[in-house]
């Protein structure tokens, strides 16, 4: 199966929910959503491993105990159950995210 997603696309359809957060497309244990938050980042931690790739924006990302900036073009990982958010973003700040493998994450 071949499915095209596009930054444009997928803000434009999270707009139009009023949302911060979409799912886009699911695949076996893959789900993959986009992601704007407006102003603050309320997001708590997963069940699943994730994989966020900045589409837009610049920002600090904190995961746990890290806080690094962040920029277009970024992948940030982060484990199951590990507290994260972003913080002092840009207005246009948008990411892809990924979720993948079982409930607890994988094993490293």
């Given at each position: 199966?071949?499915?095209r997603?596009?930054?444009?696309?997928?803000?434009?359809?999270?707009?139009?929910?009023?949302?911060?957060?979409?799912?886009?497309?699911?695949?076996?244990?893959?789900?993959?959503?986009?992601?704007?938050?407006?102003?603050?980042?309320?997001?708590?931690?997963?069940?699943?491993?994730?994989?966020?790739?900045?589409?837009?924006?610049?920002?600090?990302f904190?995961?746990?105990?890290?806080?690094?900036?962040?920029?277009?073009?970024?992948?940030?990982?982060?484990?199951?159950?590990?507290?994260?958010?972003?913080?002092?973003?840009?207005?246009?700040?948008?990411?892809?995210?990924?979720?993948?493998?079982?409930?607890?994450?994988?094993?490293?």
């Amino acid at each position: 199966m071949h499915q095209r997603l596009t930054p444009a696309s997928a803000l434009a359809a999270l707009d139009q929910a009023k949302k911060t957060a979409a799912g886009m497309f699911r695949h076996g244990s893959l789900e993959v959503e986009i992601f704007q938050p407006a102003g603050i980042d309320r997001q708590t931690p997963h069940r699943r491993d994730e994989l966020c790739m900045v589409i837009a924006g610049r920002g600090y990302f904190v995961c746990g105990d890290t806080r690094q900036q962040f920029g277009p073009g970024e992948l940030l990982f982060v484990p199951a159950g590990t507290p994260h958010h972003f913080e002092d973003f840009t207005k246009d700040f948008s990411a892809w995210v990924m979720f993948y493998g079982p409930q607890g994450g994988e094993a490293a």
